[in-house]
C-alpha cells in the first residue's frame, strides 16, 4: 500500500556530513509525520528526527545541533543533514511514514534501511 525508501548512506570519515533521502509513495493522502530512526549493533532502535505535517520537528538528543530533518510535501520525501559525523553514529538509518490512506485506513510504514559508517 505504502512504498518508503532510503537513499544516500555510505562510509564518511569522522567530521564529515552525510543526507539522507527518503520519499514515500504509494495510495497515500496524506502523511502526518516522517522521520528517521537509527539501529546500531546490539542497541535499540532510536529517535534521531521527525517532521510532522504542522511543521514540528524533534530531534533525537544525541544529534541535537548536528542534525537538521526538512520536509517537501509535494514530493512525500523527508530529509536529514547530518554534520559533525561521530564513529557513534554508524548504524542503519529508517525511515518512517505514518498517515492516511485514500480509504481512510491509517498506516505506518517502514523502509528497508540505510547503511551509514562513520571512521575514525
Known amino acids: 500500500q505504502v512504498q518508503v525508501v532510503e537513499s544516500g548512506g555510505g562510509l564518511v570519515q569522522a567530521g564529515g556530513s552525510l543526507k539522507l533521502s527518503c520519499v514515500a509513495s504509494g495510495r497515500i493522502f496524506s502523511i502526518s509525520t516522517m522521520g528517521w530512526y537509527r539501529q546500531a549493533p546490539g542497541k535499540q532502535r532510536e529517535l534521531v528526527a521527525t517532521?510532522?505535517?504542522?511543521?514540528?520537528?524533534n530531534y533525537g538528543d544525541s544529534v541535537k545541533g548536528r542534525c537538521t530533518i526538512s520536509r517537501d510535501n509535494a514530493k512525500n520525501t523527508v530529509y536529514l543533514q547530518m554534520n559533525s559525523l561521530k564513529p557513534e553514529d554508524t548504524a542503519v538509518y529508517y525511515c518512517?511514514?505514518?498517515?492516511?490512506?485514500?480509504?481512510?485506513?491509517?498506516?505506518?510504514?517502514w523502509g528497508q534501511g540505510t547503511q551509514v559508517t562513520i571512521s575514525s
Open positions: 517532521f510532522t505535517s504542522g511543521g514540528t520537528t
Open positions: 518512517n511514514a505514518r498517515g492516511q490512506l485514500w480509504d481512510s485506513k491509517q498506516y505506518d510504514y
